[in-house]
């Protein structure tokens, strides 16, 4: 099922910025025929091309393909001659020109080819540092224009780096660049999670000596210890509505799940085993939490309400089921399948419980939906390394992000973000 | 402080890794033909059942001098109770600390890569626990017992395979 040519390697490694080497196979099965002409005067500026930035987005869906301009260089919609675009749906062009005190603007138009009419425009101006952001916008609306779904190129992604025996919290741009260190620490650092807002990060730290959980904001960097009971405290996973967080704790025996609010107050247990429950992760709507736990004899994907009661295991097929993440919409929900020896990422829809495995398998694991529901990224490894990787929802369209040192962990896609 | 404990750790594993081969071995056929059907059978409680001390001999001259030299505790694949084989490494820990008040442990709980990190935390814990649990019934009091669980994270051995996974299910009792 390979379309395109069975592997695009990208130009993302060109950047002595790039942190990782980006890698594709597959292809939707339905690409529209995508043509883009490189911005008139991006030549001048520092850094990638920002018309790079919009191809290499638009290229790891797999639901374009890109048509060569064959020398045609239009940057205004007066410019466009429309017989010369046979086979071409949609054209992007646009110009990028540097104004007074370090700032650029940014126009770009989404002209439709076969209506011959444009379809969207932009005119942004910002810090000329700011460019690579730019370009994840014009993809966005573009995506969002011909698909119909909000395009994630402008979300972040938030993972472990591990380095022999450091490890970095790392936030990233959701293609792999920017990235930005939040946490250093010669202690393991496990289960980033997002706030819903997107402001903060909770995650697991070893520092104090065993596994604690702690609260970071992205913008002023400050930490707030929210569970360091004896023994382990970890997997924090924040509500729909950011005012609490679920957690695990052994402070009653085994690992079992707990709310608290996001001050870290009033805690509150939720499930009674004395098996391990671990891994919540909030339905969409708040009112339950999916989770992983060997009460039935071997790990499985659980449902429980909210306030606590009965929960109903949803995973039957495989040995064992880990890592349970709803998607944006609460249909479905992506786990980590451990059958045979081999982790495979799969999807269960919750209505009619059809599993479906979207990967080949080998050490994949940590799977999290992108905000509109299209790609799945996950952790799995690639030459004895601990790599990124993301699957389109269907499981058409594969991509591997290769960083350039260390291992990568415990990835999560994080949210939309207000503009 | 750390520092101290952490040499101690590097010390107890390379003993450990120089005495425990054939204990391993004994572990890996369980290891790989039990699966995860029977790993929650054992309950909390299940440790109350074992049968008085075994090895009379050297646990009861480790107790007068030092601690008792073995100090890792092995577990087939997702199962979190203390294995019969393993049962006197663990009695002579408690017989020690019943014996020496003053003396207190760290039990470490660790778990091989075959799961989800947060699951293998979880399994850790358990481990660790139910080595708490059994070094209370040998006569320790719980006061002298920390447990901890690295889960996944601090793998002795780093391949995929189960010659390293024996290794890293494990518990190690280390001295505070």
Partial sequence: ?419 | MKKIILSIILVNLLAACASEKPKEAANEPAATSAPAATETAAPVTAPAQTAPVSSEATAAANAEAAAPAERSIYFPFDVDAVPASDRATVQAHGEYLAKNKNAKVRVEGNADERGSSEYNLALGQRRANNVKKLLILSGAKSSQIETVSFGEEKPRCADHSEACWSQNRRADIVAK
């Fill in chain 1, 1 to 419: 099922m390979r379309f395109l040519g069975a592997v695009v390697l990208l130009c993302v490694a060109c950047s002595a910025r790039a942190e990782l080497t980006i890698e594709i196979t597959g292809a939707g099965e339905h690409q529209i025929p995508l043509s883009l002409v490189h911005f008139a005067g991006e030549e001048k500026m520092v850094g990638q091309p920002i018309s790079n930035v919009v191809t290499n987005d638009l290229l790891r869906t797999g639901l374009f393909k890109m048509i060569d301009p064959a020398g045609k260089s239009p940057h205004e919609p007066g410019d466009v001659r429309y017989d010369e675009w046979p086979g071409v749906d949609a054209l992007v062009i646009g110009n990028v020109r540097t104004l007074d005190g370090g700032r650029v603007e940014v126009r770009f138009r989404l002209m439709d080819m076969v209506r011959r009419t444009e379809l969207v425009g932009l005119a942004v101006t910002a810090k000329s540092e700011q460019l690579r952001a730019i370009g994840h916008r014009v993809a966005d609306l573009i995506f969002e224009k011909l698909t119909g779904s909000p395009g994630v190129f402008s979300t972040r992604i938030a993972y472990v780096n591990r380095e022999s025996k450091k490890y970095r919290l790392v936030v990233a741009d959701s293609d792999g660049y920017g990235e930005q260190t939040l946490l250093a620490l010669n202690e393991p650092i496990l289960s980033p999670s997002w706030s819903p807002d997107g402001s903060q990060i909770a995650y697991v730290s070893f520092e104090r000596g065993h596994a604690s959980v702690f609260a970071q904001s992205l913008a002023t960097r400050q930490r707030t210890l929210l569970a360091d009971f004896p023994g382990s405290n970890s997997a924090p996973t924040w509500s729909p509505d950011g005012k609490q967080l679920a957690m695990v704790l052994t402070r009653d025996g085994s690992s079992q799940l707990y709310l608290v609010r996001s001050d870290g107050s009033d805690l509150r247990r939720i499930t009674f085993s004395e098996t391990i429950d671990t891994e919540p992760s909030f339905l969409p709507d708040g009112k339950s939490l999916l989770f992983t736990s060997d009460r039935g004899g071997s790990a499985q994907v659980y449902r429980v309400p909210v306030e606590g009661g009965t929960a109903e295991r949803l995973t039957f097929e495989g040995a064992n089921n880990f890592s349970p993440r709803p998607s944006p919409d609460g249909k479905y929900f992506v786990y980590s399948h451990f059958v045979d020896g081999v982790f495979y990422i799969a999807v269960q829809d919750f209505e009619n419980k059809q599993m479906q495995v979207l990967t080949g398998g080998g050490w994949e694991k940590k799977p999290s939906f992108a905000p509109n529901g299209k790609l799945v990224l996950f952790a799995t490894e690639s030459q004895g390394r601990g790599i990124l990787a993301t699957v389109s929802s269907d499981g058409r369209v594969k991509q591997k992000m290769v960083a350039q040192r260390g291992d990568i962990r415990e990835p999560i896609w994080g949210p939309f973000l207000k503009q």
